[in-house]
């Protein structure tokens, strides 16, 4: 089963490595803040994860600017864009406001999980809070289960380690599937090698192999296999088919209007033309 | 050791309990489970606001005010020593 | 069509699926996500939370020590703004006001200068934009950092925590006091902060009662209130302490404003009761002070100081035209002061206030500025004033201006900060509730809501005052 994946298409060949990709110690060196600049970017990446566990701190570390930073859920609600360079490319980074899941209807989580599916960047990188690992680990394998271009920055390492607590993170990236990287982002620790793996996804160079989580008893899998094969005949080239399927068995209001009003026939590319009339720009 | 059956709402400060359902329905429902507010998940009081309600809960190492009202809607077994 | 033949599909295979599925597809994520953990994290220590957060919550949510450290914690914000404010401020307005005015009028004099052009320039638009720099940034500068030292702490939220009870039997949502709280720095940001409120109706209370968190831009007129007219009645020793304490009254009158006004939209047009919620308290972080103390200086009062100097310049240009134009032997504003004057003794203020306020709808921030130049211009002409000059004064010459050439009293300043708290909210903060509504209806409860009340409050103290001889 685990071949219905929504992972990424199969990436090409980890291409030899560019010259520079061997100096790992210099990486952060490599970074240039573009603050608000984002024009002709190479990737879009998202920076999700639950509230308060330091998205805007990564945003701002990354980008030179300043989102507003603040000790408590639900601080950020509208996304910030912000552009970096690193290595040869350039990026557009986007702060989404944090959420605690894709599946629930609240409004404030609704830009966050639009964005996710149907925004479709390049990568996504989880930031999680590493003292509450089990309520964030149920986010990230939501994540996965819509994109495998996926980074988890496990950040407030510094807290973990005030409050005992030890991790493993090459356990925890083989269990997800994607790169795992430890930091502490109020002191920029671990930028570098965020950097790194955030290139190493955009560019396809590792291939990340997402965990996927079977949903409920044989019954509900049966259900979810069933509706998503319909939706791939039905939208040739849909992404993400386990996840619409799933919320449509739930009956969620948002992805049904997906369905109705022809967001679906646009991602899957079958129409394009059909809807991009009705619609300025792609 | 005993264990007693009642709502969250009546669980005293000192004692730990474990969630056997969640009677609340509509979108709270699922709010309250992806704070991981589950069946199987041990619970106790961490404080209570100064005007008695609510109540902060920690909830698998994070902590989540809830209101008493809410708080009967979830059911729990209360472990005794 | 195919598409709604997919979702007829879905309720077919949902008919078929067992009750609980829903919670299913959680679980079975949950049960994933704590297997993960397990194998991934180990605890050195008993995970037990730290002592010293453990004794900061319980002090903070105490019963009694809760509300004696917020309240604590507020004022000494305030008495530290007010304070720490008073010396620079003075210094700012001697460098911008006195000598910089003096110095730019002796640099154009040599030139030909038409003298309508000086006026206009410097003695409206560069005098207002001074007055507003001195007056707001170093309380602003002061006010900012603290506040988001507060912020980054984790301190909020136990704010919401402990006022929870009074926003659910007012039948609010208990996020309203997060968003009340962004109001403190600036309402249209409250606004917006209203979007983590997820049911409409308690999204509009909230939306609507923002406007009672007193702003930046007002912030000014309360402090100059209080120290110059209830300050002064203190002795000299107390003065800065009776100053912020009046202030922090006002804060405190807005907060149970917007519980009453909250409690009045729940029982009659936005009926409803106040819907549950969860709200997760994070753990206090303590701040990073100095970055703190930088980005909040160069973001957040920097910005806020850029809006003001941005209202201020043509705010002080019309100012300036308004008192040179004259129409049939009196300037424009003279005419319009005249008119609104009846209005302004019923509400215990005067036509020069309520005039002031007509002019700074684009922005609270210029309310002081404008009131003492048309003062000085309108008044008695005491000090010999051009017309339409504002201010050249410090603190001490400002309440004779007012008392003196305004013929003010102790209840025109109380009145005056009452309104400051109750009245429309900036132009800014109207567009906010418009974007964020869409309704034509809200946007314009929620401007005239608070004027309204403003008149029927400053009237009531002046009626009641009146009657017991006090003024
Ligand atoms: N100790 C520590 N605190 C952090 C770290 N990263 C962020 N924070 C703090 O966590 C809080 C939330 O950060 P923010 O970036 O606003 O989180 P967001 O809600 O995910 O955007 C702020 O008080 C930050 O200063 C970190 O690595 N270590
Ligand atoms: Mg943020």
């Known amino acids: 089963m685990a071949e219905d994946l929504p992972t990424p298409s199969a990436s090409p060949p980890p291409a030899a490595n560019t010259a520079c990709g061997t100096c790992v110690f210099n990486n952060a060196a490599q970074l240039r803040a573009l603050g608000v600049d984002v024009s002709g970017h190479d990737h879009v990446v998202a920076l999700a994860g639950n509230p308060n566990t330091g998205k805007s701190t990564v945003f701002n570390a990354l980008t030179g600017l300043r989102q507003h930073v603040g000790n408590w859920p639900g601080k950020t609600v509208t996304g910030a864009e912000g552009g970096f360079g690193y290595r040869q490319r350039h990026y557009k980074l986007i702060d989404l406001p944090g959420t605690y899941s894709l599946l629930s209807d609240s409004q404030d989580e609704d830009v966050a999980r639009d964005f996710l599916l149907f925004g479709q960047p390049d990568v996504t990188v989880v930031v999680v809070d590493a003292t509450r690992l089990q309520r964030n680990l149920n986010l990230v394998l939501q994540i996965l289960q819509v994109t495998g271009r996926v980074v988890v920055a496990l950040n407030l390492v510094d807290e973990a380690h005030r409050h005992g607590l030890a991790l493993d993170q090459r356990h925890l990236a083989r269990e997800l599937g994607v790169p795992v990287v430890p930091m502490t982002a109020r002191n920029r620790q671990g930028l570098d090698t965020l950097l790194e793996a955030i290139e190493q996804v955009a560019l396809g160079t590792v291939a990340t192999r997402a965990r996927r989580v079977r949903h409920g008893d044989d019954r509900t899998e049966h259900a979810v296999s069933e509706l998503a094969a319909r939706l791939r005949r039905d939208h040739p080239g849909l992404a993400n088919t386990r996840w619409i399927a799933l919320r449509l068995l739930e009956g969620d209001p948002g992805i049904e209007r997906a369905v109705t009003d022809g967001t679906l026939d646009r991602l899957s590319g079958a129409t394009p033309h059909a809807v991009s009339s009705e619609t300025t720009g792609t | 050791m005993a264990s007693t059956a009642t709502t969250l709402d009546r669980l005293r400060r000192d004692q730990t309990a474990t969630v056997t359902s969640v009677n609340i329905h509509g979108p709270q429902r699922r709010r309250l489970m992806d704070l991981g507010m589950l069946p199987g998940t041990r619970i106790h009081i961490d404080r209570v606001s100064p005007l008695g309600d609510p109540t902060a809960y920690l909830v698998r190492g994070s902590v989540i005010a809830l209101r008493r009202e809410q708080a009967r809607g979830i059911h729990i077994t209360v472990e005794q020593e | ?471």
Not at chain 3, 249 to 277: D, E, M, P, Q
């Open chain 3, 1 to 471: 069509m195919t598409s709604s033949s997919i979702l007829d599909h879905a309720a077919r295979l949902r008919d078929g699926l067992p009750e609980g599925f829903r919670d299913e597809v959680v679980e079975s994520l949950y049960s994933d996500a704590a297997r993960i953990t397990e194998t991934s994290v180990t605890e050195r220590h008993d995970g037990t939370k730290l002592t010293l957060d453990r004794l900061l919550d319980r002090a903070l949510t105490h019963r009694v020590w809760g509300f004696v450290a917020m309240g604590l914690l507020f004022f000494g914000v305030f008495w530290f703004t007010i304070s720490g404010a008073a010396g620079p401020s003075s210094l700012l307005s001697n460098v911008l006001v006195d000598y910089g005015h003096s110095r730019l009028h002796a640099l154009v004099a040599p030139l030909p200068t038409p003298d309508w052009v000086t006026g206009l320039l410097l003695d409206g638009v560069y005098l207002s934009t001074a007055w507003v720099v001195a007056v707001m940034l170093p309380p602003m500068a002061i006010f900012f950092p603290l506040f988001t030292l507060l912020e980054d702490f984790g301190y909020l939220p136990r704010v919401a925590f402990n006022l929870d009870r009074l926003f659910a039997k007012a039948g609010a949502h208990g996020k309203q006091s997060l968003s009340m709280m962004m109001g403190y720095g600036c309402n249209a940001a409250g606004v917006t902060a209203t979007r983590i409120i997820d049911s409409r109706r308690e999204r509009l209370i909230a939306i609507i009662t923002n406007n009672f968190s007193v702003c930046n831009g007002r912030w000014p007129t309360l402090i100059l209130m209080g120290t110059i007219f209830i300050g002064a009645l203190a002795p000299p020793a107390l003065a800065g302490v009776i100053a912020a304490a009046s202030v922090v009254t006002v804060a405190f009158l807005g907060v149970l404003v917007t519980l009453l006004v909250s409690w009045t939209l729940s029982k009659t047009v936005l009926r409803g009761h106040s819907s549950t919620y969860s709200l997760e308290l994070p753990p206090y972080r303590p701040p990073k002070v100095w970055r703190t103390l930088y980005t909040s200086l160069i973001d957040r009062t920097l910005k806020v100081l850029r809006r003001a100097v941005v209202m201020a310049a043509p705010a002080g240009a019309v100012v300036w035209l308004i008192s040179n134009v004259t129409i049939a032997d009196a300037s424009i504003a003279a005419h319009l002061v005249g008119a609104l004057d009846p209005l302004g003794w019923v509400l215990g203020l005067n036509g020069i206030i309520l005039l002031a306020y007509l002019v700074a709808i684009p922005a609270n921030e210029i309310i002081i500025p404008t009131i003492l130049m048309l003062t000085m211009t309108l008044g008695t002409n005491l000090f010999d004033a051009q017309q339409g000059v504002m201010l050249e004064l410090g603190t001490a010459q400002t309440h004779t201006v007012l008392t003196q050439a305004g013929g003010w009293t102790l209840l025109t300043a109380v009145n005056l900060m009452l309104f400051s708290l109750l009245h429309n909210p900036c132009s800014t903060t109207i567009l906010t509730i418009w974007n964020e509504t869409k309704s034509p209806k809200w946007t314009t409860v929620a401007t005239l809501l608070p004027i309204g009340l403003g008149f029927a409050v400053t009237g009531l103290t002046a009626t009641v005052a009146r009657l017991a001889g006090w003024a």
